[in-house]
């Protein structure tokens, strides 16, 4: 692939380019060049695939640079006769003939993101799933980038990443930035054949998703040995070219053998495949983080620690001079692979949910990883058809007899592979590998207590600018310490209070009481009422998240979620409207694992109103601790009671912890009894009281 890099509305714009050049030197070895005017410039580094043709392209007044890998170019300049010579002159070509808009990106097989300046307007755009990445900054003058380290560099501010169901569009003229929305996959309508139809146009899909993602040039495959890298593998090899499987493990004695190793090695053998293991000392990976925790921009515990399997992989793969390596991202989100989609009580909404998060959670670190070896990643299992055809197939054959990726492993076996090799249960990298436990050794060693902070040292910058959703209760202060502990910078924190007490989105017994949390905790408050009328209350979280963003520089909302899909999809859907990141740390957790995790923290929260068979209104205004939790344990054993709440059968209040400087205390108040089994804590008069004697009152 490529790098691309534009300044506009700026004296400066060549120099400043050429710099940002430097920076994305290792996207494109292959040649760079720029195209400068007086007051904007355009760069290009190219990593050639399909030809060799310079960019950016010019023609009249139109102006273009890419970085794609298009698969049906040729049948596209067939179509619209638009005699181009790779598929980067294609898109430029469609554009010149159709413009910019949904309808002519749909006809783009394959991964982009793209600046067309026409005239006095510049657009930008990508993949609808995020695969290529594309960053931009409104601050001085207008700018945008492959990778934010470069915009960084050249001192921008304001810097964010493009969403990929967004054209943007900008006037050159007016130095004026808008929008286009793009639609997303849609569940609907879920399709009706039968298991084995089903089984046979997935196996067509796949065939053709690996297939015209073969390249000419050398390539290889990040291999673990699970059902995805193998079915890959298994039809790769079928194709009849010479590749390499490439696995990362850590090589540590104290260690029981890498999971991954076993099963690679297994599998090659079986499928006679042509394999690399590469083992990393514990030693190693100090000299390792220095250099990925900045390329990935991110001290993320998890994505650093898949980050070291595949830069290893990388590492490797380009030393034998591959230009490609496949990898098996994106089919844990089609196939439900992983453990919250069980628990899930809509498994295609979770696989949904899944892919509009990828952007940024997987594809950007994995994009910067290959490029930094000058290899191109390739995802077949993001193959636009196979998402749009897999994430409608019916949920049950998913998930059956308690087997993720059902229909999946059924495919495999319809093309050939035998049942024994496709049998491994979803291990994640960082397990598979031993590198999570090499890094807990490593930060336990360096005398860190949390791998987020011995990570940190390695990126001093904040992972990405955040707002929390907070209502004053437990799951949402502690979703915000979570992100917290994880190197993320939470800027302010957002609240709506709601008129309706039975709000079908808003906690609202003490919500008031956000605003002594936040003198305590030191993060200023966005507050937004509402009348809590149901759906016409997204509206008014819509105005408090602009603001918040507007006043803030956000670039996410952390959400307290634990098993509401209600509220989580219209979190997620007004969050994707916006250009903001959406983070449910809690999404899923065992209810009682969160509770046990929120008091060994540290943190104190009592009960401010009940609704529930077991609970009275001695549960109210008192410090909660083990004895509540096991009477809930065992109430939830009795009649299926929500041990964390989420059914409604109680409210809580956080009043103090790690991150409050100060306990919120309750003076004076009231319990208005409404039955046995319900009953309300009102708070008259609270106060902070710090932990030196200071105090404040609301």
């Not at 229909?407 to 076996?413: E, G, S």
């Not at 008129?499 to 507050?527: A, W, Y």
């Amino acid at each position: 692939m490529c790098g691309i890099i534009g300044v506009f509305g700026r004296q400066d714009a060549r120099e400043l380019v050429e710099q940002g050049l430097k920076t994305l030197e290792n996207r494109g070895k292959d040649g760079s060049s720029i195209h400068s005017q007086k007051d904007y410039a355009l760069g290009h580094c190219l990593h050639s695939l399909v030809g060799f043709l310079k960019q950016p392209l010019i023609e009249g007044n139109n102006l273009f640079a890419a970085n794609c890998e298009i698969y049906n170019w040729e049948s596209l300049n067939k179509k619209y006769d638009l005699t181009a010579r790779n598929d980067a002159e294609a898109i430029f070509r469609l554009l010149q003939k159709k413009g910019v808009n949904d309808e002519v990106l749909e006809e783009l097989d394959g991964v982009y993101a793209f600046a067309f300046l026409s005239g006095k307007i510049l657009y930008l755009a990508r993949d609808i799933i995020g695969v290529k990445p594309l960053w931009y900054s409104h601050a001085n003058g207008f700018c945008f980038a492959s990778e934010k380290k470069a915009l960084e560099k050249l001192g921008m501010t304001g810097i964010n990443e493009l969403n990929p169901r967004k054209i943007l569009k900008y006037s050159t003229e007016e130095n004026r930035l808008e929008f286009i929305e793009r639609p997303f996959f849609s569940l609907e309508p879920e399709l009706k054949e039968g298991q084995s139809k089903l089984i046979d146009r997935l196996s067509v899909l796949l065939q053709n998703a690996i297939s015209k993602r073969i390249p000419q040039k050398k390539f290889g495959l990040l291999f673990s040995g699970g059902i995805d890298s193998t079915l890959i593998a298994y039809l790769l090899k079928k194709s009849g070219r010479d590749f390499t499987c490439y696995t990362t493990v850590i090589d540590d004695p104290n260690l029981k053998e890498p999971e991954d190793q076993v099963y690679a090695q297994k599998i090659a053998e079986k499928l006679k495949l042509n394999l690399k293991i590469i083992k990393l000392s514990p030693a190693q990976l100090p000299k390792y983080l220095k250099l990925i925790v900045p390329l990935i921009e991110d001290s993320n515990v998890v994505k650093v620690e898949v980050a070291l399997t595949f830069f290893a992989a990388c590492e490797a793969a380009k030393a034998d001079g591959c230009k490609v390596l496949f990898t098996g991202l994106g089919s844990e989100e089609l196939f439900a692979g992983y453990k919250r989609h069980k628990d899930s009580p809509d498994i295609n909404k979770e696989c949904l949910s899944g892919l509009l998060k990828l952007y940024e959670r997987d594809l950007y670190r994995d994009d910067v990883i290959t490029m930094y070896n000058s290899i191109e990643a390739r995802l077949p299992f993001l193959d636009r058809e196979l998402v749009e055809y897999s994430i409608r197939i019916p949920a049950r054959y998913k998930i059956k007899n308690n087997v993720e990726k059902y229909i999946l492993r059924q495919a495999a076996m319809r093309l050939g592979l035998a049942q024994e090799l496709i049998t491994r249960r979803k291990k994640a990298a960082q397990y598979g590998s031993n590198m999570s436990k090499a890094i807990a050794k490593l930060t336990k060693k360096s005398g860190f207590r949390l791998k987020s902070e011995y990570l940190r040292q390695f990126y001093p910058s904040h992972n990405l600018r955040l707002g929390a959703l907070v209502s004053s209760g437990k799951d949402s202060i502690y979703a915000m310490y979570t992100m917290l502990r994880q190197n993320y910078s939470v800027e302010c924190l957002i609240t709506l209070k709601s008129e309706n007490p039975d709000s079908f989105m808003f906690h609202t017994p003490t919500v008031e009481l956000v605003e002594l949390q936040s003198k305590s905790i030191g993060i200023p408050l966005i507050l937004e009422e509402t009348k809590g009328e149901k759906e016409t209350e997204l509206e008014d979280l819509k105005k408090a998240l602009i603001r918040a963003k507007e006043k803030y520089k956000l670039e996410g909302v952390i959400t307290g979620a634990l098993y509401s899909n209600y509220q989580r999809e219209r979190i997620e859907k007004i969050c994707d409207q916006l250009s903001l990141k959406i983070f449910s740390p809690l999404w899923h957790i065992s209810q009682e694992t969160e509770l046990r995790e929120i008091l060994d923290s540290g943190f104190s929260f009592i009960l401010t109103k009940i609704a529930a068979e077991g609970l009275d209104k001695s549960w109210l205004n008192k410090e909660f601790g083990e004895a509540h939790l096991k009477k809930l344990i065992e109430l939830n054993k009795k009649i299926g009671l929500n041990i964390a709440g989420e059914g409604g059968e109680y409210e809580s209040l956080m009043i103090d912890g790690p991150i409050f400087r100060q306990k919120l205390v309750i003076k004076s108040s009231e319990i208005i009894e409404e039955s046995r089994n319900t009953a309300t804590l009102i708070i008259k008069k609270a106060e902070l009281q710090d932990k030196k004697g200071g105090q404040d009152e609301l």
